[in-house]
């Protein structure tokens, strides 16, 4: 078992920067596919950004692109999402996941084995 706990969330006017954090614990996720996601009320979780294995690719959703940028230190079991030029429609709760055996389909949600509980963002307009 993996254990996500995300932090780093919090208000932030439009314009500003964030970076969330997820520590894994529980195994080893080095290996791992990991990614964020996120949810705003009354929509579906989406895709934000994903990171395959050891000096594996990265991807983000059109939306992000440019703006967001996720790094891994697995040396410390923690992945980061680094938020920059946030706009109000990027308030959400975004959650962390991990996947322990890559099958194809990194920007969806059943490919993510574990989940971690969420961290609130809210941009200020």
């Known amino acids: 078992q993996v254990q996500l706990v995300e932090s780093g969330g919090g208000l932030v006017q439009a314009g500003g920067s964030l970076r969330l954090s997820c520590a894994a614990s529980?195994?080893?996720?080095?290996?791992?596919?990991m990614g964020w996601f996120r949810q705003a009320p009354g929509k579906e979780r989406e895709f934000v950004a994903a990171?395959?294995?050891?000096?594996?690719?990265?991807y983000y959703a059109d939306a992000v692109k440019g703006r967001f940028t996720i790094s891994r230190n697995n040396a410390e079991n923690t992945v980061y999402l680094q938020m920059n030029s946030l706009k109000p429609e990027d308030t959400a709760v975004y959650y962390c996941?991990?996947?322990?055996?890559?099958?194809?389909?990194?920007?969806?949600?059943?490919?993510?084995?574990?989940w971690g509980q969420g961290t609130q963002v809210t941009v200020s307009s």
């Open positions: 996941a991990a996947d322990s055996h890559y099958r194809g389909a990194i920007t969806q949600l059943r490919e993510y084995d574990y």
């Open positions: 529980g195994r080893t996720t080095a290996a791992y596919v």
């Open positions: 990171s395959r294995g050891s000096g594996g690719s990265t």
